[in-house]
């Protein structure tokens, strides 16, 4: 199970990598997935910043909280994952369900289990590797 947490956390880590990089060098490319359209030239410095930027961040902490001993950081990325979850939620209950709501709302929840099942299972090992030394 160990492997397969550390394996999963890194895919996540890609994706989000991936996605940051995007943000901040082809904003335009992403707009349409994530249905923002900036109206004027600061807007796309918002994309890149503020989107491009927390998953990045995201990013770094997954890839960290992957190694053996670090499994604390992934804190980082499992409370990202909850605040995206509770501002998808106010989404849906004041703006109402869509498609791509419901899309991005099961994203948001395997992403979750997935990152706090890892943290889990890695904060296991690294405290009976701890105990081992």
Known sequence: MER?????VNV???LTLLGALGF???PAQMEPDFSILPTRLDGWGTLRAD?????????LF???GARPGKSQWLWV???FMATFLLGRTVHILMDGIS???IRSF????????????????????????????
């Open 77 to 79: 990325p499992v409370i």
């Open 106 to 133: 099961v994203v948001e929840v395997v992403l979750l289990v997935v990152l706090e099942t890892s943290r889990r299972v890695l904060t296991r090992v690294d405290r009976e590797a701890g105990a081992k030394s």
């Open 62 to 64: 997954t890839f960290f």
């Open 99 to 101: 498609q791509p709501a």
């Open 24 to 26: 901040m060098i082809a």
């Open 12 to 14: 996540i880590g890609l």
């Open 4 to 8: 397969v947490s550390r394996i999963l």
């Open 51 to 59: 989107l491009g930027g927390p998953f990045l961040a995201i990013a």
